[in-house]
């Protein structure tokens, strides 16, 4: 029986740490019909070499604007059925694509369907789970994709749903993925299938920008989180700039807008950055009138964490 074809994009630079994991977690689905294709950015740390040890691989190396450019280039060579999303550092489940294409099968009309996923970091004793997140249910679509984890990567789509939305903005270097869900959900009315078993592993280390280990109060990674919140507040203000939005999406998208504010501007009174501070100040506020109380709640709930040992 023909299988669907399942294409794979893996935005890729200096990643010969993680890539070959990668690489084999889709080997290991010992699906018939898939084509993975990596978007290299230029690296120089040996990651070519190990990509050209796989001859399945489509591997492009060029420059690109970042990873949601690299993501675009590689949805115009794309030829699957299906496609999926695997960042560099992080694993497909067993399993995951003969879930996927029973999913699409029992469900014809669906431009999407949507997994579970897991967190893992490394220990000296293999690979620990920090946490688990069920598949996004239809009750619960607004607040995932707006304010919670949308799981972006154990989405997989129909190419028409890319051809429609016109692929990731890649005006967000960070959070593109999470405006690209929004945009299909609101105004082209995708609504993913879920699938109720875990279909991607996501890996937290001190390299991820979303899921790293480091704290945002250290200089190394306090002024790359300014810089991510600052995209996040950005783009929820121009979902929430329109005329008219449904009343829970507009509750979402101003929940999660007084809660990025807080945190970029706590982030910034901590590295004695005052003008974006009071700005981000005026720009929470002005949002919602409730949100110095947004920020007072948010701050006794850090405190209290530091205090009882949880943060």
Not at 17 to 24: K, L, T
Not at 80 to 107: H, P, R
Not at 151 to 160: D, E, I
Request: hydrophobic share 40%; proline share 5%.
């Amino acid at each position: 029986m023909t299988r669907p074809l399942i294409s794979i994009i893996t935005p890729c630079l200096n990643r010969a740490d993680f890539i070959r994991e990668a690489v084999e977690s889709v080997l290991a689905q010992n699906y018939p019909d898939f084509e993975h294709i990596i978007m290299d950015a230029g690296s120089t740390d040996g990651t070519l070499e190990i990509l050209r040890t796989y001859s399945h691989l489509h591997v492009v190396s060029e420059p690109d604007r970042g990873m949601y450019d690299g993501i675009n280039k590689g949805l115009l060579r794309a030829h699957g059925e299906i496609i999926g999303l695997l960042n560099t550092d992080d694993l497909y489940s067993a399993g995951c694509f003969e879930a996927v294409t029973a999913a699409f099968e029992q469900n014809p009309g669906a431009l999407a369907v949507v997994g579970g996923i897991t967190t893992f970091t490394e220990s000296p004793f293999g690979p620990v789970t920090v946490n688990t997140l069920p598949a996004i249910g239809p009750d619960e679509l607004w607040y995932r994709v707006i304010q919670g984890s949308p799981v972006t990567n154990a989405w997989f789509f129909r190419p028409s749903v890319f051809e429609r939305a016109g692929g990731f903005d890649t005006r967000f270097r960070f959070s593109a993925d999470r405006f690209f869900l929004i945009h299909i959900t609101l105004d082209m009315n995708v609504r993913p299938v879920a699938i109720p078993r875990v279909l991607y592993h996501y890996r937290q280390h001190s390299g991820s920008v979303t899921l790293t280990t480091l704290d945002s109060r250290s200089p190394q990674y306090g002024s790359l989180r300014m810089k991510t919140l600052q995209e996040d507040i950005s783009g929820l203000e121009e979902f929430l700039a329109r005329s008219s939005l449904p009343r829970e999406v507009h509750h979402y998208l101003r929940q999660a807008h007084g809660e990025c504010c807080y945190r970029l501007t706590a982030t910034a009174l901590y590295h004695h950055q005052w003008r974006l501070a009071v700005n981000t100040i005026k720009r929470g506020w002005r949002r919602n009138a409730r949100w110095p109380l947004i920020f007072t709640a948010m701050a006794l709930h850090r405190l209290l964490k530091e205090v009882t040992g949880h943060g």
